[in-house]
Nanobody, 128 residues
Framework: QVQLVESGGGSVQAGGSLRLSCAAS????????????MGWFRQAPGKEREGVAV????????RYADSVKGRFTISKDNAENTLYLQMNSLEPEDTAMYYC?????????????????WGQGTQVTVSS
């Protein structure tokens, strides 16, 4: 089993920054040999869960949703097995519950259906 624990959410004003962390316990290389991809997703009330950013270990590939390019940065500390999401220039539209996901069946995918393990989420609220 893989456990993912997110932290770092909070309330900020527009233009502010937050750094989310996702600590992964007992995580081994993906049985799907998909590049050991982990990602950040978000879900606002009444909306579907959407992919924000994905990081794959084996080749270092990264992918961002168009809505966050240039503002968000995903990174991973392999020694600590922790995934990060640095969020700058936050906008009210970024308000959502943010989830960490691991073990993608489809590699560098922003599709939530690809992932087998999920954290409980951390709330991000951006006020105007």
């Amino acid at each position: 089993q893989v456990q993912l624990v997110e932290s770092g959410g909070g309330s900020v004003q527009a233009g502010g920054s937050l750094r989310l962390s996702c600590a992964a316990s007992r995580y081994t290389y993906s049985r799907y040999y998909s590049g050991d991809c982990m990602g950040w997703f978000r879900q606002a009330p009444g909306k579907e869960r959407e992919g924000v950013a994905v990081h794959c270990d084996r080749d270092g590939r990264i992918r961002y949703a168009d809505s966050v390019k240039g503002r968000f940065t995903i990174s991973k500390d392999n020694a600590e097995n922790t995934l990060y999401l640095q969020m700058n220039s936050l906008e009210p539209e970024d308000t959502a519950m943010y989830y960490c996901a691991a073990d993608s069946r489809w590699g560098l995918s922003l599709d939530a259906r690809a992932y087998n393990y999920w954290g409980q989420g951390t709330q991000v609220t951006v006020s105007s």
